[in-house]
């Protein structure tokens, strides 16, 4: 099983532009979530959602957007960057409210 | 309201000594309790996890944990490290509601640096 994958690995952005992270799961997990991670500060929630075409804002919402047409993907959409979004971010689904499972990240920096 | 706090954000510690990474948590209901290792430039991976039963808990990699109710805690614990577990480990609680509806989400802690030394 490839589990949960992540696309691209790494991005540079210009500020300003766009880009959409590609998340695609293929375990038949209803929950999905984003998150981002920055040194020293954890994992922080930016969206998730608990099937296809439902989703919820988590702590850290402002600046993105997310769709979630099917139950394997959940695409993060950056409309226009800034340097506070440099960061990598992580994808991750579970069934239920137990143990969710990680994709390898998408390191994005926005200069 | 849930949190999660990692009461250390380093410990180094020699090859093959014990180690114990301590997690304490708040919650006015019942919860699930998780430990993932973050290996560099890698995704998080589950450690071990607490549902329900024993308090013990026996993970991945020879770590195990216990979850203490009455002081709210689940530490984590190794009896001898190895370089290779060297890496960042994170504490995370997510409530035991029947019905949660759009709430099943995961809290986390901000995580322990575990750096192991020869």
């Known amino acids: 099983n490839a589990g949960v994958t992540q696309t691209p690995k790494f991005r540079i952005l210009k500020i300003g532009q766009s880009m959409t992270l590609q998340c695609t799961q293929d375990?038949?997990?209803?929950?999905m979530y984003w998150y981002r991670q920055d040194p020293g500060m954890g994992l922080k929630l930016i969206y998730y959602?608990?099937?296809?075409?439902?989703?919820d804002k988590g702590e850290v919402p402002n600046g993105y957007n997310v769709s979630r047409s099917t139950t394997e993907d959940f695409p993060l959409r950056l409309e226009l960057a800034a340097p506070s979004q440099t960061s990598v971010y992580f994808c991750?689904?579970?069934?239920?409210?137990?143990?969710?499972?990680f994709g390898q990240g998408t390191r994005l920096t926005v200069v | 309201a849930q949190s999660v706090t990692q009461l250390d954000s380093q410990v180094p510690v020699f090859e093959e000594a014990p180690v114990e990474l301590r997690c304490n948590y708040s919650?006015?209901?019942?919860?699930?309790l998780f430990w993932y290792v973050q290996y560099p430039n890698q995704g998080l991976q589950l450690l071990l996890k607490?549902?329900?039963?024993s308090t013990l808990v026996k993970g991945i990699n020879g770590f195990e944990a216990e979850f203490n109710k009455s002081q709210t805690s689940f530490h984590l614990r190794k009896p001898s490290v190895h370089i290779s577990d060297t890496a960042e480990y994170f504490c995370?609680?997510?409530?035991?509601?029947?019905?949660?509806?759009?709430?099943?989400?995961?809290?986390w802690g901000l995580g322990t640096s575990l750096a192991v030394n020869p």
């Open positions: 991750a689904s579970s069934p239920l409210n137990t143990e969710a499972f």
């Open positions: 375990m038949n997990h209803n929950y």
């Open positions: 959602s608990v099937g296809a075409g439902i989703t």
């Open positions: 919650s006015s209901v019942s919860v699930y």
């Open positions: 607490y549902l329900s039963g």
């Open positions: 995370a609680v997510s409530e035991r509601k029947r019905n949660a509806g759009n709430n099943r989400k995961l809290i």
